[in-house]
């Protein structure tokens, strides 16, 4: 797009200053000038500064549409999907910040590592667990069942990991599992069909597990899908401590 | 924090709610109603209640804190394994032995 196109698509509010993390872990910002548009979004910003003014800016997205969870960033101090924040809810002063997300090694300027945050998943063992036989007929699950309508509550979760950067507990412990795979956990706690549920109420104790969370609730007040990890974790909390106080283990 | 310490800690708070009230309203309403050291050791000498109860407080005490300061060193030093947890159990022993003495040099005085 030519020069004068952008001029001509550019809203009567002129240009956002745009500071972008550049580097790895270590680095500094960079300021850019982006024209702002009529229903603009963080995404919009970004894949404008990469198109037409820094090719060597890496960070990732696929979907577009808050489906994929894989353009998550920190938006003024906020982690969230860019491409579902519009600029005109996250300027701050005509001013946007964006950073890579937290608590995971930086690849490139917004793009993360996210291995740490997918091998905890499977570490909460965050997977489903048949059993050694296949079962001999279809479970029969009420879909108002309790223990279906706490997996609802948490199932719709699509691992885009904001979560995981806003938590305070993953920055200081960097073991601990995190949210999105307690959350993962709790939901198969409450699939009656699972077979694996003494190894995955293993998995979630100890030092790094359930137990470490602080109840700061930042999982939960930054969840794009507005989950709430926070309560998934406190109901393998419970969980965990009735099977301490039934069995001694 | 393994599942057994979360419990520890979680039953240990629920007694340190009731000790902790019971001991601040009894100092406060000691000191208010001018009471001196000798009224006060006069009352508890030989008083078995009240050596059950600074019992149970400094047992729940020594269990709780210990625990919780574990916690605490995981997130903000790199200390770690064995030997904190030795450590912390050596933080359990004194507090035991410290408040234990204590409870019983007012019960015995």
Not at chain 1, 102 to 121: C, G, H, Q, T
Not at chain 1, 232 to 237: N, Q, R, T
């Amino acid at each position: 797009m030519s020069a004068a196109a952008t001029a001509a698509r550019a809203d009567a509010d002129g240009q956002l200053t745009v500071r972008v993390w550049r580097g790895a872990e270590h680095g500094g910002f960079q300021t850019f000038q982006v024209a702002r548009r009529a229903n603009q979004t963080i995404l919009d910003v970004v894949t404008e500064i990469q198109r037409e003014q820094d090719a060597t800016l890496a960070y990732r997205y696929a979907c577009r549409v808050g489906m994929c969870g894989s353009c998550a960033m920190v938006v003024n101090g906020r982690p969230r999907w860019t491409c579902r924040t519009r600029v005109a809810r996250a300027e701050e002063g005509g001013q946007i910040t964006l950073e890579p997300m937290r608590n995971m090694p930086v690849v490139k300027d917004l793009a993360v590592d996210m291995e740490s945050f997918f091998e905890k998943w499977r570490d909460a063992k965050g997977f489903f667990e048949p059993g050694e036989t296949p079962a001999n007929d279809f479970a029969v699950v009420r879909p108002d069942s309790p223990e279906r309508a706490q997996a609802d509550a948490g199932v719709e979760c699509i691992n885009c990991g904001v979560c995981y950067s806003a938590c305070d507990v993953v920055s200081w412990n960097p073991e601990y599992l995190g949210p999105a795979a307690l959350n993962r956990a709790w939901t198969l706690v409450n699939d009656v069909r699972d077979r694996g549920q003494d190894a995955r109420l293993d998995a979630v104790s100890g030092d790094a597990g359930c137990h470490s969370c602080h109840s700061h609730m930042s999982c939960t007040e930054f969840c794009p899908k507005a989950l709430a990890p926070t309560y998934a974790i406190a109901g393998l909390k419970r969980v965990t401590a009735r099977r301490v106080w039934k069995r001694g283990s | 924090m393994s599942a057994r310490l979360y419990l520890a800690q979680r039953l240990t708070a629920m007694v340190l709610a009731f000790a902790v009230t019971v001991h601040l309203v009894t100092i406060v309403y000691a000191v208010r109603g001018g009471l001196t050291a000798g009224d006060i050791l006069a009352r508890t000498t030989g008083n078995v209640g009240f050596l059950a109860f600074y019992v149970v407080f400094v047992i729940a005490a020594a269990i709780h804190a210990p625990i919780g300061l574990r916690s605490v060193l995981r997130e903000w030093t790199p200390w770690r394994g064995r030997s904190l947890d030795l450590a912390m159990l050596g933080v359990a022993a004194v507090i035991a032995a410290l408040g234990l003495r204590a409870a019983y040099a007012v019960y015995a005085a």
